[in-house]
C-alpha cells in the first residue's frame, strides 16, 4: 500500500511526527516574528521613555509624543499585527491540508512505499526514552 | 421626579435586562453541555462580542479612569495591557487550545498530560484567580452604589452580589453569552456616549492633557470651598491626607479630629533628617472647650507644632492628638535634608510635605483655591515613571513587571479561555481573537480620556482616594443637573454591566470547576448530569457568598491594581503551563505542576503579603527593591515558573506521554484532517 493512499487515520507514528514538525516549526516561526515585533515595541517604548525623556515629553497636539504613542497609537498597531499573523497562519493551514505532500517534504524525499504496520514504535528515541 | 433617581433608574433597567435575557435563553437550554459552554453554535462576531463583554470588568470601566486620574500616564500600561495581551494569547495559545478540544484549563491539563492527578492540581489556581478577579469587582458595586444611592458600601455588594449568583445558578452560561454579548454593547455605549458631551462642554483629550504640560510645576485646585470626609484607620491605605508640596495649606476640621499620625508624604529614605517641627502647626480657635493634650495647652490664635513620628512609626494610642472642634491645621512643605544637605534629585531640591492619618471617620473643610492634598504635580502627572511606577524607587523595574504580568495574565485567565471552546474550529479561534482586540481595543481608548477629564473637573475626588468614581462623579459636576445625572445613569448602569458580566464569568468558571472537575471527575465520577447541574448551583451560590465577603475587606484599594494581581497569578500558573504544554514536546506532568505551583503560589504569597503591609495588619521593614518585587512579582514569577518546569521535566523525561506526537498534531493540525477530537463527547 502506498502512503499516498492511506487514509489520515492509519498514519503511523513516524508519520505523527514528521507531520507535527512540519505544522509546528512554521506555525511557531510565525508567532515568533510576530512576537518579536510586538515586544519590541512594547519593552522598547519604556527604555525610551526612560533613556530619552526630553524626546518622549515633547508636545504633538496637545499630547506628549509618549502619551500619543501609547493611549492612542498602540491599539491600531497591535490590530495590524493580528490582522498580518491571522492571514499568514490560515494560509499555513491550508497548505497543511495537503498533508501528504507535507510528509514529503518534510521527509526530503519521495516517500518510500511501506506498509503501515512495519514502521516500530522505537520512533521518539532521540528526544527522550518512552514507556510503553 | 427626583433627578437623584435618574442614575438608579438606569441601574435597574440593565439589571432588569440582564436577568430578563437570561431567563430568555436559559428556556433555550436543555443538556448539560449547553449549559457549560452555550454549544458551539456562536458566530465569529457574537463570540467576540461575548468575550469581550465578559472581559470588560470594573477594573477597565472604573479601576482605569480611576488609576489614570491618580497617576497619569504610569496607569496608560493598563489598558495597553488589558487589550493587547490579546495578541499573545493569539500568537500562541488560542488555535491550539480550541483545537485540543478542551473546555477548561484543568481538562487541558489531563488531556495533555493523560493526568487526572494533575487536573486536581490545575483546579486549583481557577479558584485563586477566580477570587482575585471578583474582589475588585465588589468594589465597584460598593463604590458605584454609594455614589449614586448614598448606600453604605458593604448593602452594593450584598445587593449585587445577590442578583447576579441567582442569575448564575438559574441561567448557566447559555443565557450569559446573549447577556455578555449585549454587555459588552451597553458598555461601550456607556463608556463613549457620555465623554463625547462632557468633551463638547470641559475640552478635548489633548485639550485637558494640555493644561498639565502648560503648568509643569502646578497641582489641582478646588474651584470652590468643600468640605470632604475622610475614612479612620480601618480604611487605611485610604486615610491618608498628604498635603500638596506645592504651597502653604490650610484646612479646618468643624467637628474636631484625633490624628493617629503625622508624617512625611515622602517616606524618607535611609538617612534623611526627620520633617523639621515648623512643617505642621495648629491654629485655635478662639474659645476652645477641650484642652489640647501637647506641649503648650495653647490660647486662642495661638500656634502649636503637633508632635511629629520622624518615620513611619505610627503615635501610640496614648500619644493620639485629639484636636477641639474648628481647629485649623496649617502645613507647610519643606526641602528634605540629609545630615543638614540638602538632597537633590535631576538638579533640584526635593520638597515634601506633611501627611496626616486620621483615627476615626472625619470631616475636612479645605477652603477655596485650596491645592489638592493627594493629588501629583502636573509634570509627574503627565509624564512617565510618575507616582505609579516610581513608589519604590524603581520604575524601570515596576513598569516591565507590570507589562508582563498584563500580557502574559491575559493569556491565561480561565474564565476567558473557557470562552473558545465555542467557537466552532481554531481558524475560528484566532479569527475571534483578532475581532476581540478590535472590540477591547476601541473601548480602551475612552477610560483615559475619563481620567484626564475628572483631573481638570473633579480634582475633589484626590482628596479622599476616591478617584475609583470619577465615571460616575464627573458627569454630576454638569451645570446642568438633569443631563448630568442622565449621563451619570449611562455610567453607572456600564459600571454594572462591566461587574455583572466579569463576576458572572468567573463564577461560572468557579462553579463549573467545582462542579465539572472536582464533583464530576474527581469525588462522584458516576454522577448523572442532574446531579451535576445541582452541585454547580450549589457551588455557585458557596462561591458567591465567599466573593460578597471578600469585596467588603478590599475597600481601600484601588480597582485596577487588584485586578493587576490576579493577572499577576495567572501569568505565573496557567500561561506557562499553556505556552509550553502547547509547544514543547518535553514537557511533563512532574514538571509543569512543578512549575505552575512555584510560580503561582510565590506569587500569591507576595502579593497577599504585600496587601497586608499596605493594610497595616503586618509590619514588615523590607528594601524598596522586595516591596516593588513583591507588589509586582511577574517580572520573576513567569520565568521562574518557565524555568522550572523546563528543568523537572528534563529530569522527568521518561514521564513523556507515549502518544505526544499525536497530541502535538491535534493542537496544531487543522481540524479537517480528522485528528482533533473533544474532551467532552455530547
Redesign the interface.
Given at each position: 500500500m502506498r502512503m499516498s493512499s492511506k487514509d489520515?487515520?492509519q498514519l503511523s507514528?513516524q508519520d505523527?511526527?514528521r507531520?507535527?514538525n512540519s505544522?509546528?516549526r512554521r506555525?511557531?516561526g510565525l508567532?515568533l516574528r510576530?512576537?518579536a515585533i510586538?515586544l519590541f515595541l512594547?519593552?522598547g517604548l519604556?527604555?525610551f521613555?526612560?533613556l530619552y525623556?526630553e524626546a518622549?515629553?515633547t508636545?504633538v497636539?496637545?499630547?506628549?509624543a509618549?502619551?500619543l504613542m501609547?493611549?492612542?497609537l498602540?491599539?491600531?498597531v497591535?490590530?495590524l499585527?493580528?490582522?498580518y499573523?491571522?492571514k499568514t497562519?490560515?494560509r499555513i493551514?491550508e497548505d497543511?491540508?495537503d498533508?501528504r505532500s507535507q510528509l514529503g517534504r518534510e521527509a526530503g524525499e519521495p516517500i518510500e512505499p511501506q506498509g503501515v504496520d512495519d514502521i516500530k514504535p522505537a520512533f521518539?528515541s532521540n528526544?527522550?526514552?518512552?514507556?510503553? | 421626579m427626583n433627578a437623584s433617581l435618574i442614575p438608579l433608574a438606569f441601574v435597574i433597567l440593565i439589571i432588569v435586562t440582564t436577568i430578563g435575557l437570561g431567563i430568555y435563553a436559559t428556556r433555550m437550554s436543555h443538556t448539560a453541555s449547553d449549559f457549560f459552554v452555550a454549544g458551539r453554535s456562536v458566530s465569529v462576531f457574537w463570540n467576540a462580542s461575548a468575550i469581550s463583554g465578559e472581559y470588560l470588568s470594573a477594573a477597565s470601566f472604573m479601576g482605569i479612569a480611576g488609576l489614570l486620574m491618580k497617576n497619569g500616564y504610569d496607569a496608560l500600561w493598563y489598558p495597553v495591557g488589558y487589550a493587547t495581551g490579546y495578541l499573545f494569547l493569539l500568537l500562541f495559545i488560542a488555535g491550539p487550545l480550541r483545537r485540543f478540544g478542551a473546555y477548561t484549563i484543568p481538562d487541558f491539563a489531563e488531556g495533555r498530560f493523560d493526568s487526572p492527578a494533575f487536573r486536581k492540581i490545575a483546579v486549583i489556581f481557577v479558584l485563586f484567580i477566580g477570587f482575585f478577579y471578583t474582589m475588585p469587582q465588589m468594589k465597584a458595586a460598593g463604590v458605584t452604589m454609594f455614589t449614586i444611592m448614598g448606600w453604605p458600601y458593604w448593602v452594593g455588594i450584598v445587593v449585587v452580589g445577590v442578583v447576579i449568583t441567582f442569575n448564575v445558578a438559574l441561567g448557566g452560561m447559555k443565557g450569559i453569552t446573549f447577556v455578555q454579548a449585549f454587555q459588552y454593547w451597553a458598555k461601550v455605549f456607556a463608556i463613549t456616549a457620555p465623554v463625547f458631551i462632557l468633551m463638547s462642554v470641559y475640552g478635548g483629550y489633548n485639550g485637558s492633557l494640555g493644561a498639565n504640560l502648560a503648568l509643569p510645576k502646578g497641582t489641582p485646585t478646588l474651584a470652590e470651598s468643600k468640605t470632604i470626609q475622610y475614612k479612620g484607620a480601618t480604611g487605611a491605605p485610604a486615610n491618608a491626607l498628604a498635603f500638596s508640596p506645592a504651597g502653604v495649606s490650610r484646612v479646618t476640621f468643624p467637628q474636631g479630629a484625633t490624628l493617629e499620625k503625622v508624617s512625611p508624604a515622602r517616606k524618607p529614605m535611609a538617612g534623611e533628617d526627620p520633617m523639621p517641627a515648623s512643617a505642621v502647626g495648629i491654629l485655635l480657635p478662639p474659645n476652645p472647650k477641650e484642652s489640647i493634650p501637647i506641649g503648650d495647652p495653647g490660647i486662642g490664635g495661638v500656634i502649636a507644632r503637633l508632635p511629629v513620628s520622624a518615620d513611619a512609626t505610627p503615635l501610640t494610642t496614648t500619644t493620639h492628638v485629639r484636636l477641639p472642634a474648628g481647629t485649623t491645621l496649617i502645613a507647610t512643605p519643606y526641602i528634605v535634608t540629609k545630615a543638614g544637605q540638602q538632597v537633590m534629585k535631576a538638579g533640584k531640591p526635593v520638597k515634601t510635605a506633611p501627611k496626616i492619618e486620621f483615627l476615626d471617620p472625619t470631616p475636612v473643610l479645605f477652603p477655596i483655591g485650596a491645592l489638592v492634598p493627594n493629588a501629583p504635580a502636573n509634570r509627574s502627572w503627565i509624564q512617565p515613571f510618575g507616582t505609579l511606577t516610581g513608589k519604590f524607587g524603581y520604575p524601570l523595574l515596576y513598569t516591565y513587571s507590570l507589562i508582563i504580568a498584563l500580557v502574559c495574565g491575559t493569556a491565561g485567565l480561565p474564565h476567558i479561555l473557557v470562552r473558545f471552546y465555542t467557537n466552532p474550529d481554531g481558524r475560528a479561534a484566532k479569527r475571534t481573537t483578532l475581532w476581540v482586540m478590535v472590540l477591547i481595543g476601541t473601548f480602551y481608548l475612552f477610560p483615559p480620556i475619563w481620567g484626564a477629564l475628572g483631573r481638570a473637573v473633579v480634582p475633589a475626588l484626590y482628596a479622599n482616594s476616591t478617584t475609583d468614581s470619577v465615571v460616575i462623579k464627573l458627569p454630576m459636576a454638569l451645570s446642568n443637573k438633569l443631563l448630568g445625572q442622565v449621563l451619570s445613569g449611562i455610567t453607572a448602569a456600564g459600571a454594572f454591566a462591566a461587574f455583572m458580566s466579569t463576576f458572572s464569568g468567573l463564577l461560572v468558571s468557579m462553579s463549573g470547576a467545582l462542579a465539572h472537575d472536582i464533583y464530576g471527575r474527581i469525588l462522584r465520577p458516576n454522577s448523572s448530569q442532574q446531579e451535576r447541574l445541582v452541585a454547580f448551583k450549589v457551588a455557585a451560590v458557596a462561591f458567591g457568598a465567599v466573593s460578597v465577603g471578600l469585596g467588603m475587606l478590599v475597600e481601600s484599594f484601588d480597582i485596577a491594581m487588584m485586578v493587576s494581581w490576579a493577572f499577576a497569578i495567572a501569568a505565573a500558573s496557567y500561561f506557562p503551563l499553556l505556552l509550553l504544554g502547547s509547544w514543547w514536546r518535553g514537557l511533563t506532568k512532574q514538571g509543569a505542576a512543578t512549575g505552575m505551583l512555584a510560580g503561582g503560589l510565590l506569587s500569591l504569597g507576595a502579593i497577599v503579603t504585600s496587601m497586608l503591609i499596605d493594610k497595616k495588619v503586618v509590619a514588615l521593614d523590607l528594601s524598596p527593591l522586595t516591596r516593588s518585587l513583591m507588589e509586582q512579582p511577574a517580572i520573576w514569577g513567569v520565568p521562574l515558573a518557565l524555568i522550572v518546569m523546563y528543568v523537572v521535566s528534563k529530569l522527568t523525561a521518561s514521564h513523556i506521554p507515549t502518544d505526544i506526537h499525536l497530541k502535538m498534531l491535534r493542537l496544531h493540525a487543522p481540524e479537517e484532517l480528522g485528528l482533533s477530537k473533544n474532551y467532552i463527547e455530547h
Open positions: 489520515i487515520g507514528e505523527h511526527i507531520l507535527a505544522i509546528m506555525q511557531a508567532s510576530v512576537a510586538f512594547l519593552l519604556p527604555l521613555n526612560y525623556p518622549a515629553n508636545p497636539l496637545g499630547f506628549t509618549t502619551w501609547l493611549g492612542v498602540f491599539f491600531p497591535t490590530w499585527l493580528s490582522a499573523f491571522v497562519s490560515d493551514e497543511c491540508m498533508w521518539i528526544e527522550a526514552e518512552v514507556k510503553e | -
